[in-house]
């Protein structure tokens, strides 16, 4: 489970628009916005380093934040909510937070891996996860940081759905749970053979090679004979 709190302290920054938001990165800060419950949102920036080291633990991208802004005591329980990174380096550029209450659900995307050696695969079948995330509704404190699905006895030309996901208690699957496929293996891929051409009738017939049947080779030396 995600239950897992982690203290971040952020501090306010005016909206100074995208000239703003390359200046912060440039001092190693990521800008955001912490979204309130019924309240203004606050545009924060946050240690970029400090951001990755909270989102690189156990609970991941699903931790608790409690959100500290400098110089204040309050503190605002908060899930990341969405973030965008640079297309190379891979730093995050923007993030979004939004507050949340712990004693209400949410809802959240959560990865779905899977586990075991399908017996299909055993056989020479190829596995394929269809799908890779579900969304899933529960409190805060009971998001699970990933699902696992075991496909061990997934056979060839067989699937697993949603409906096939072991139960949490606490935890509400929100997608259709028979039109879901989660993994599936398929038969392994025949390689055919191709067919040796056929001579075409009246076709050339290359130099050292036997003319088909009923048709004499031109001599050697004899010019070939050309059409029209």
């Known amino acids: 489970m995600a239950g897992e709190r982690i203290k971040l302290e952020v501090r306010e920054r005016e909206q100074g628009g995208s000239a703003d938001s390359r200046r912060l990165r440039k001092l190693g800060m990521v800008p955001g916005v912490l979204y309130g419950r019924g309240k203004a949102p606050h545009a924060i920036a946050i240690p970029e380093r400090e951001l990755r080291r909270v989102l690189s633990g156990p609970s991941g991208l699903h931790a608790i934040l409690d959100l500290v802004l400098a110089g204040q005591k309050t503190t605002h329980a908060s899930i990341l909510k969405e973030y965008q990174q640079h297309p190379l380096r891979g730093t995050l550029t923007h993030v979004d937070f939004h507050e949340v209450r712990l004693d209400q659900p949410i809802q959240a995307q959560i990865a779905v891996t899977l586990v075991g050696e399908p017996a299909g695969v055993k056989e020479g079948g ?92 031109p001599a050697e030396g004899e010019p070939k004979a050309s059409e029209g």
């Open 126 to 217: 190829v596995l394929s996860q269809v799908t890779r995330e579900v969304t899933v509704e529960a409190l805060p404190m009971e998001i699970p940081e990933h699902l696992e699905l075991d496909v061990s006895a997934l056979g060839i030309n067989e699937t697993m759905r949603l409906a096939d996901l072991p139960p949490i208690e606490g935890v509400k699957y929100l997608d259709d749970p028979d039109e879901t496929i989660l993994a599936s293996v398929s038969p392994p891929t025949v390689m055919e053979e191709p067919e040796p051409e056929e001579l075409e009738e009246g076709a050339e017939v290359p130099e050292g090679e036997a003319a088909p049947e009923g048709e004499a080779a």
